[in-house]
């Protein structure tokens, strides 16, 4: 059986430098990806810049690199309207579509906590772009710390070169 690689991706809803985080991104993925050996599933959210950019690399380089092993999920935190309305666009944009578990029956403020958290907690590697000590996307980066999970933030690599 094949090695399986779960990795989750958090960032903050709007990010300044696209186009320097993206590519920064796009390297990492190509790396993640190339190895080849594995099986690899990227768990995203939908709340923002950082989640649709992650979205659109991968399938950038799923394509690119014939990668039959990699695979986008789509984790929700609850079902959406836009998700009922569109359904057909997401199935075709996604590999495959979750309604977390843990936050289908949370409080909506507390929804996308929990489901953050479940996304974690099955990951091997976090990826995230956090630049802010506050909001949902620093919050994640907490728990995984706190989880001792592989965490790479793309912001400080940023700022490292």
């Known amino acids: 059986m094949k090695e399986k690689l779960i990795v989750s991706f958090f960032g903050h809803r ?18 993640i990806i190339s190895r080849g050996d594995r099986e690899v599933e990227f768990l995203v959210g939908r ?3 950082f989640d ?4 659109s690399v991968v399938r950038r380089l799923k394509k690119e690199l014939n990668a039959e092993n990699v695979f986008l999920t789509l984790v929700l935190p609850y079902e959406t309207a836009e998700l009922r309305n569109n359904t057909e666009a997401f199935e075709d944009f996604y590999d495959s579509i979750e309604i977390s ?17 479940d996304m974690i907690d099955r990951s091997d590697m976090v990826v ?8 949902g996307a620093y919050q994640s980066l907490r728990y995984a710390e ?7 933030n793309l912001y400080s690599e940023q700022n490292e070169n």
């Open 47 to 49: 709340n923002g810049d």
């Open 52 to 55: 649709l950019m992650t979205a």
């Open 14 to 31: 709007i990010i300044d430098d696209s186009q320097t985080v993206e590519q920064k991104l796009y390297e990492l993925l190509r790396i």
């Open 128 to 135: 995230v772009y956090v630049k802010n000590q506050s909001g």
């Open 101 to 117: 578990e843990a936050s289908a029956d949370q409080n909506f403020k507390y929804a996308i906590t929990a489901r953050n958290r």
């Open 146 to 152: 706190k989880n001792d999970k592989r965490i790479i």
